[in-house]
C-alpha cells in the first residue's frame, strides 16, 4: 500500500457524520431534558413537533450508536401462576357493599420498587370500614409474609366466623395452608374471576391509600417505617417518604402503640438526612404530609 493511501484512508472526514452532528446534539438534548425516559419513538415525534424533517431508522441508528436508551416500564409482580392449588368461588360476585365492619375482607400483594430493591406489602382490608387490619412487609413474596399477616390479624380478631375474605386467585391464596387457617376460623373464602378489573381496584385502592399515609381507624402510617427497625429498611426512609408521602404521625388516634421512642428514632434520623427536627421540617403533625 502507498504511504499516501495509508494517510488519506486514516485522515480523511466521514461527511454523513458531520451532516448527523447538529441533528445527533439535539437528540442528546431531548434524551436529558426528559430524563431518560424517552425512547426512538417519543424522540422522534419529538424532532417532529421542533420541526426536523428525518426518518425515524435514522433516529434509531443514531440513538443507538450513541447509546441512548429509554427507560423501559418496571415489571409488575404478578402472583397469579395459573391453577397450582384450589381455586375458591367469586362469594363476593363483585358485591362489596356491607352493613356492619367484620363481614367482607380483602387481600392482596403489592410490590414496591426502591432504589436498594423490591418490597412487597400484604394488607388485609376490612371493606366496611377501610381499616386495616393486618398487613406484613418483606424482601420476598413467600408463604411465610401470608403466615405472619393472618397470625397478625387472628390475634386481633379471634372470632370472624361467617367472615367472607376475598382476593384473586394468586399462588398464595390457592395454597392448602392458606385455605385451612382460613377454615379453621369459619371464614368464607372468595376468589375473583380473570379480568375482573373492579375487584382488582377496592383491593388496590386500599394498597394505595395505605401507603399514602392516610389514616384507617386507629392505624398509624408511621408504623410503616416504624416496625421495619432493621438496618436494610431504615436507611431508605427518605425513599419512603418522598415516594409514598407517608405521614409521620406521633402516634395513633387515641391509642398508643407508637411508643415516644419510636418517634425519637424516627427524628434522629430524620435529623440525619434532611438536617432538621420534626418540629422544624413541619412533619410532626399528624394532619400534614411530606411534600
Not at 47 to 58: A, M, Q, T
Not at 88 to 112: G, M
Not at 176 to 205: F, P
Request: some cysteine; proline content about 3%.
Amino acid at each position: 500500500m502507498a504511504r499516501s493511501t495509508y494517510y488519506f484512508e486514516i485522515n480523511k472526514t466521514d461527511p454523513v457524520a458531520i451532516r448527523n452532528e447538529e441533528l445527533l446534539l439535539v437528540i442528546k438534548k431531548i434524551f436529558v431534558e426528559n430524563k431518560g425516559r424517552y425512547g426512538v419513538r417519543r424522540v422522534y415525534m419529538e424532532l417532529k413537533n421542533r420541526g426536523y424533517n428525518v426518518n425515524h431508522k435514522r433516529v434509531q441508528r443514531l440513538m443507538h450508536d450513541a447509546g441512548l436508551f429509554g427507560k423501559r416500564p418496571k415489571e409488575k409482580y404478578h402472583s397469579y401462576k395459573g391453577e397450582v392449588g384450589k381455586v375458591a368461588d367469586n362469594v363476593i360476585n363483585r358485591n362489596f357493599s356491607t352493613t356492619l365492619p367484620l363481614q367482607k375482607w380483602t387481600t392482596d400483594v403489592s410490590q414496591f420498587n426502591f432504589s436498594w430493591g423490591k418490597c412487597y406489602l400484604s394488607p388485609i382490608l376490612d371493606m366496611n370500614t377501610n381499616e386495616i387490619i393486618s398487613y406484613d412487609l418483606a424482601l420476598s413474596p413467600n408463604l411465610e409474609q401470608i403466615k405472619r399477616m393472618l397470625d397478625k390479624a387472628f390475634d386481633k380478631y379471634s372470632s370472624v366466623n361467617g367472615l367472607i375474605l376475598h382476593s384473586d386467585q394468586g399462588w398464595q391464596y390457592q395454597h392448602a395452608y392458606y385455605r385451612n387457617r382460613l377454615k379453621e376460623h369459619g371464614i368464607i373464602q372468595s376468589m375473583s374471576r380473570k379480568g375482573y378489573q373492579l375487584t382488582a381496584t377496592v383491593r388496590r385502592d386500599g394498597t394505595s391509600r395505605f401507603a399514602k399515609g392516610n389514616q384507617w381507624g386507629t392505624f398509624p402510617s408511621v408504623a410503616v417505617a416504624w416496625r421495619l427497625s432493621e438496618e436494610s429498611f431504615w436507611r431508605p426512609l427518605k425513599d419512603v417518604v418522598n415516594n409514598f408521602k407517608l405521614r409521620l404521625s406521633y402516634g395513633e388516634v387515641g391509642n398508643s402503640n407508637v411508643s415516644a421512642f419510636a418517634y425519637q428514632r424516627m427524628g434522629t434520623y430524620v435529623q440525619s438526612i434532611w438536617g432538621t427536627s420534626l418540629q422544624t421540617a413541619n412533619i410532626a403533625n399528624p394532619d400534614l404530609t411530606w411534600e
